[in-house]
């Protein structure tokens, strides 16, 4: 490995573990099937820091990554990166079809909390819930490039719904893949956490991640089945990064699926699940909602 190479990587590998971001997501309906999806992308103050510093250093990144075996898929991508705190427009338009057939962008504003955490929050909107969907593409909020093949296939989403009378209908296939999911789903993996040793050590680095999809009923809510339920709210999934890696259930969880992934049963998982600190997830992958 030269010594170009080698600054690469490590810089590279610093810049992810220290990657803190958090999502959150919320579908609101109206009796009539209408509403707003609102999405927060927001970046904490040590990866904005770094953020500016691997900009600066753009053109040595880019000689680097174009001179070793490294690849241009090697270095951070800087600009979705940036998009968190200054999204592009034409962007967020763009990416109003991953949320489903006639879903069209809103707005967007600047957000930025008192500890520091800097952002945006986009405002899209539609007609009929039931040709709406929620996923981890649909929810980067223009950071990813727009998928008219997804947007079309119906099991790409992880969250869709369907409607009938007053009657709301909400499938989540959150809890689907089983014990990895959780893993899987907030990108824990290419961080340094696949294994229940590291755990730990990566919930330093993640103090402050965390990701969260919702689901309000405008008119208030009658009657549900769903686990989660705080007035016109229901919570599908809530996830504090630094505090799951943390817990011992879920330690004890992994360390389990680590030398038997197969000995883990959904019946066990979803048991286990509800007992980690810092994990909000709907048990149930078919949620029913009266509205008012």
């Known amino acids: 490995m030269n010594k170009a190479y080698a600054l690469l990587t490590c810089l590279t590998v610093l810049f992810l573990s220290s990657a803190c971001m958090r999502s959150d997501s919320v579908v609101s309906v109206r009796k009539d099937g209408s509403g707003t999806i609102t999405v927060n992308q927001e970046m904490g103050p ?7 510093q691997f900009e600066a250093l753009g053109d040595m990144f880019s000689k680097l990554s174009s001179s070793t075996d490294a690849g241009a898929g090697s270095t951070p991508d800087l600009g979705a990166l940036r998009g968190i705190i200054q999204p592009d427009e034409e962007k967020l338009k763009a990416n109003a079809v991953n949320f489903g057939e006639g879903v069209r962008y809103q707005s ?3 957000v930025k909390s008192a500890d520091g955490w800097a952002g945006h929050k986009a405002v899209y909107t539609f007609d009929d819930i039931r040709k709406v969907r929620v996923d981890q593409r649909s929810a980067m909020s223009g950071l ?4 008219h093949e997804s947007a079309s296939h119906e099991s790409a989403g992880e969250i869709s719904f369907a409607l009938e009378g007053d009657v709301l209908t909400i499938s989540s296939r959150i809890n689907e893949k089983g014990v990895e999911s959780i893993l899987e789903q907030d990108g824990l993996k290419s961080m340094g956490a696949s294994s229940a040793q590291s755990m730990k050590m990566a919930a330093e680095t993640m103090k402050g991640m965390r990701f969260s999809y919702r689901v309000q009923a405008e008119s208030g809510i009658a009657q549900t089945d769903a ?3 705080s007035g016109n709210q229901i ?3 809530d996830a504090d990064v630094a505090k799951i890696l943390s817990d011992p259930n879920f330690i004890a969880l992994m360390e389990k699926a ?4 197969k000995s883990i049963t959904p019946e066990e998982y979803r048991e286990v699940m509800k007992k980690v600190d810092g994990m ?3 048990s149930k992958q078919i949620v029913k909602v009266t509205l008012k």
């Open 227 to 229: 686990d989660h339920v």
């Open 280 to 282: 909000t997830v709907e």
């Open 108 to 110: 967007h504003e600047a």
């Open 258 to 261: 680590e030398s038997n992934p």
């Open 144 to 147: 990813k490039a727009p998928s």
């Open 46 to 52: 040590q990866l904005q820091g770094m953020l500016s």
């Open 235 to 237: 919570t599908l999934f």
